[in-house]
């Protein structure tokens, strides 16, 4: 009797030991904050990866850099110190064109157009981040990008002297050909920066205007729509192929229906964005015909140069889209 109990007691004891060495944790640092719709995305896409998973991945989201900072977050995920992350592309502008495509102003300026423009990057992401040991697991467009200032802005000229927050290689171009003055700034600080009188401008979604109060420091935002930037999820190659085949299809699954969401997501909350924006004191502007003119001219001059640059990638990646 009391062998069998004893047995029976050590088999349970090796069934919870082998369990736990199944589990799989990994951390996901992201830059923003828990009011943010991709954070808001990310929590759901959490759960959904322990469920499918039947929890044999564990993965703890680290919201509002406060694992990595936005800058950190790729390199991080390369080197396996996190084994996920979300990243806002344009931020890798200087290391390779390919993750500067979505931040040209005017070559996407709607959902569906940023969807096709999505299409046509992807096999070219995917190739890029493969060959320095990452897996692309799903990317989510921002809402479109405006102008926020203080400043009565008619056309391109009224832009020029402007503290510009520059948050990525191509917010910094576009402060430079408009003549305002770049300061880089991350969105962790962005408040921080305006109320100190460190920028008194930026460019970049209603979202962003709503998760840092920015209708506390200035009240008017030009809806110029000029770009829809994406945030994509990323995995460790090798920490990915460290999984079981049925933990794998979970992960992607859960990115695909993550992906899936957050587009819907992100249309949903941009209107919500506004109008909270508007309750809070802020004017939205719709922009006269010659900045939309003079922000356009920008725009082809800046794809012009993407090209040069770009190369035979680039071009193939301009004429998939041009398909569609």
Do not use: C
Not at 62 to 82: C, D, F, T
Not at 88 to 95: D, K, R
Not at 121 to 146: C, D, I, R, S
Not at 246 to 256: I, V
């Amino acid at each position: 009797m009391f062998k069998k109990l004893s047995l029976l007691t050590g088999s349970l004891a090796l069934a919870f030991s082998a369990a736990a060495q199944a589990q799989t944790k990994w951390d996901l640092p992201s830059a923003y904050p828990a009011s943010n719709f991709h954070v808001e995305n990310l929590t759901t896409f959490v759960k959904d990866v322990d469920t499918l998973s039947e929890g044999k991945l564990k993965i703890t989201l680290h919201n509002n850099a406060s694992l990595y900072k936005a800058p950190e977050i790729k390199r991080a995920v390369q080197g396996n110190q996190a084994q996920i992350g979300e990243i806002l592309l344009t931020n890798f502008a200087n290391e390779d064109p390919i993750y500067e495509l979505d931040g040209l102003p005017f070559l996407a300026t709607g959902y569906d157009a940023s969807f096709k423009l999505y299409q046509a990057q992807k096999p070219f992401l995917e190739k890029k981040l493969n060959a320095h040991g990452m897996t692309l697991l799903y990317a989510v467009a921002w809402p479109p990008q405006g102008v926020f200032a203080n400043k009565d802005i008619k056309q391109i000229s009224d832009m020029k002297g402007l503290k510009w927050r520059a948050y990525s290689p191509v917010t910094a171009k576009i402060a430079e050909l408009v003549g305002a003055q770049p300061v880089t700034v991350q969105q962790a600080e962005l408040a921080q920066a305006l109320a100190t009188g460190v920028i008194d401008s930026y460019m970049s979604s209603a979202s962003t205007g709503y998760d840092t109060k920015t209708y506390e420091y200035i009240k008017k935002f030009y809806d110029t729509q000029a770009w829809l930037p994406k945030n994509a999820v990323i995995v460790n190659k090798k920490a990915f192929e460290a999984l079981d085949p049925a933990t794998q299809e979970a992960l992607k699954k859960a990115g695909a229906q993550a992906e899936e969401r957050g587009w819907k997501l992100s249309q949903e909350k941009n209107k919500w964005y506004q109008e909270e924006l508007a309750k809070n004191g802020m004017e939205t502007i719709k922009p006269t015909v010659e900045l939309k003119e003079g922000l356009s001219v920008i725009g082809k001059r800046m794809l012009d140069d993407w090209l040069k640059k770009a190369g035979a990638d680039g071009q193939a990646m301009i004429d998939a889209y041009k398909k569609q």
